[in-house]
């Protein structure tokens, strides 16, 4: 069974604050993405990288970076952490055209 | 420009009645189309993908080029069936497949 992990399913961070998030995925993926998950709006990319040290902004870039040191790993960063950065983060790693999703993490700024 | 549209964010039918989620699609190659399942407290997971053409859960969507549409369907509902569900859409890009997701349609099957 694919395993993809995010270290945290709850943050709460302050305005301001850097923040990270990590996504860890045990199947040798190349592929991996970031997404946020908002009611109403679906799952909007953020991120992706298709191997080591390679990264593509994805449609809402603005105010994230990401870093992608080890293949099986996939971190988010949030420079300076707003209030409209409170949402779901989700994670996926891709074998061919199948996704497979971490449980998610939801941040809330304060 | 790739988009996946789901007109409708909430579908409330009760048990035993046919449900019919919408998915359309623009895409200016030859696509691959899924449905993804999010369950209350669950992970987003796979339901089902064009190219299987097999029914899963009760669950069929046919691909309709013409159209550029894969509805989901399902002749009777189940109360277990309730969930967020969401057509994705993954295109090749280079040498890497992009994945792109339409805004969800939250399914409710009432007793």
């Known amino acids: 069974d694919v395993k993809v992990t995010q270290s945290s399913r709850y943050l709460v961070k302050r305005t301001g604050e850097k923040v990270f998030l990590e996504c860890v995925q045990d199947?040798?993926?190349?592929?991996m993405f970031w997404y946020r998950q908002d009611p109403g709006l679906g799952l909007r990319l953020i991120y992706f990288?298709?191997?080591?040290?390679?990264?593509e902004k994805g449609d809402i870039p603005e105010g994230y970076s990401v870093s992608r040191e080890k293949k099986e790993r996939f971190s988010l960063i949030l420079e300076s952490a707003s209030t409209n950065q409170t949402s779901m983060y989700l994670c996926?790693?891709?074998?061919?055209?199948?996704?497979?999703f971490g449980q998610g993490t939801r941040l809330t700024v304060v | 420009a790739q988009r996946v549209t789901q007109p409708e964010k909430l579908l409330s039918v009760f048990k035993g009645a046919p449900v019919e989620l919408k998915c359309n699609y623009s895409?200016?190659?030859?696509?691959?189309l899924f449905w993804y399942v999010q369950y209350s407290r669950q992970r987003l997971q796979l339901l089902l993908r064009?190219?299987s053409r097999e029914s899963i859960k009760g669950f069929t969507a046919d691909l309709n080029k013409g159209e550029t549409s894969f509805h989901l369907k399902k002749p009777f509902a189940q109360e277990e069936d309730s969930a967020m569900y969401y057509c994705?859409?993954?295109?090749?890009?280079?040498?890497?497949?992009?994945?792109?997701f339409g805004s969800g349609t939250k399914l409710n099957v009432k007793p």
């Open positions: 199947m040798d993926h190349e592929n």
């Open positions: 996926a790693s891709t074998l061919s055209t199948e996704a497979f």
């Open positions: 064009h190219i």
């Open positions: 895409y200016s190659g030859s696509p691959e």
């Open positions: 994705a859409l993954s295109g090749l890009r280079g040498n890497f497949n992009k994945f792109y």
């Open positions: 990288s298709y191997d080591v040290k390679m990264k």
